[in-house]
């Protein structure tokens, strides 16, 4: 019985020749991403603006009332809040973001939990107020600025990491495709002003790492048949060399994205930001494994033949080396 393949061994799929367009594309998008994150910015979590964090159980009830509870205190206007079950299903999280004039007043704050506290005792008698938490602004700026840092350094460590293992055109190449993929990531949270947090970070760090892995295989697959195919063009080369790392390309990306989108679709609303970056990351670092960082290798001039050593130089280095030994 012969084994399901859903892509076969001879593959011969043209990506190269779309290069352009595709190139096209991504610049049209990384600057929309841009101007959308100059201008509506992101919707900062509590974990990064600061607020408060209200945790209650609904001792009278199976299920707490979400979508009630969202609208109830939504109503108080002081901002959507973000309502998440914790625990047992009749436990929730009610997270603000703290008032405007906060960081001056403390006060505010807690006059704003007081009223929540208030509505939801006013619309559920029987509730039970298990505990209040509070992010200052400056806690919340260090962890901002302590996350920053960690995409800055893991981006840093991939660029080293891809300097010193392949030549400085493929480096750039990966270096790019990283920008590429975090810059549109960001983009769909600024479009979408879904809340951006620490769990929002960890993605991206997960996305970096996937996305120079999958770079990775496809370099190695480049750099072995430059050493076997000396003579061919190099956009044949790269065809060549992507569609024999397709097979393994396709699976990991299925694999990884099937759960992401259950989770997605059906997942706590706690990790949905998360999860909505892990499969959208994942499906753009398949694309610029492909569509930007191979086709990079052209762009910077680099021909099949190019790191073949000259034969004059290696040469002229046997001759040391015999006369040394001599």
Do not use: C
Not at 79 to 91: D, K, L
Not at 100 to 117: F, H, S, V
């Amino acid at each position: 019985m012969k084994l399901l393949k859903l892509v076969p061994d001879d593959t011969n799929i043209g990506f190269i020749k779309w290069r352009n367009i595709a190139f096209g594309i991504s610049i049209v998008l990384l600057l929309a991403s841009i101007l959308l994150l100059a201008t509506r910015g992101l919707n900062y979590g509590v974990d990064f603006i600061g607020g408060q964090m209200i945790r209650t159980t609904f001792v009278d009830e199976k299920a707490a009332p979400v979508q009630e509870l969202r609208e109830q205190v939504g109503s108080l206007g002081f901002g959507e809040p973000t309502i998440q079950r914790f625990g047992a299903e009749n436990q929730v999280s009610i997270r603000m973001k703290l008032p405007d004039g906060a960081d001056k007043k403390p006060e505010l704050a807690n006059i704003m939990t007081q009223k929540i506290i208030a509505k939801v005792k006013e619309e559920h008698p029987k509730v039970r107020i298990d505990g209040v938490d509070s992010v200052s602004g400056k806690v919340s700026s260090e962890l901002f600025s302590k996350g920053l840092f960690a995409l800055i350094a893991a981006a840093l460590g991939v660029a080293m990491y891809i300097w010193i293992r392949f030549e400085w055109q493929f480096g750039i190449g990966a270096i790019w495709a990283l920008i590429h993929d975090t810059t549109l990531t960001l983009g769909l949270f600024s479009l979408t002003q879904m809340e951006f947090d620490l769990n929002t970070i960890a993605a991206m760090l997960t996305i970096i790492g996937y996305s120079l892995n999958d770079t990775i295989v496809i370099y190695d697959r480049i750099r072995e048949n430059m050493m076997k195919y000396r003579k061919m063009a190099m956009p044949a080369l790269l065809d060549l060399s992507v569609n024999e790392t397709l097979s393994r390309t396709v699976m990991t990306s299925l694999t990884i994205l099937t759960p992401l989108v259950v989770l997605v679709l059906f997942g706590p609303d706690v990790i949905f930001g998360f999860s909505v970056a892990m499969a959208f990351g994942i499906f753009v670092g398949s694309y610029s494994s492909v569509y930007q960082a191979a086709p990079f290798l052209i762009w910077f001039g680099v021909k099949s033949d190019s790191f073949v050593p000259d034969e004059k130089v290696a040469d002229a280095k046997v001759e040391r080396i015999i006369e040394g030994k001599v």
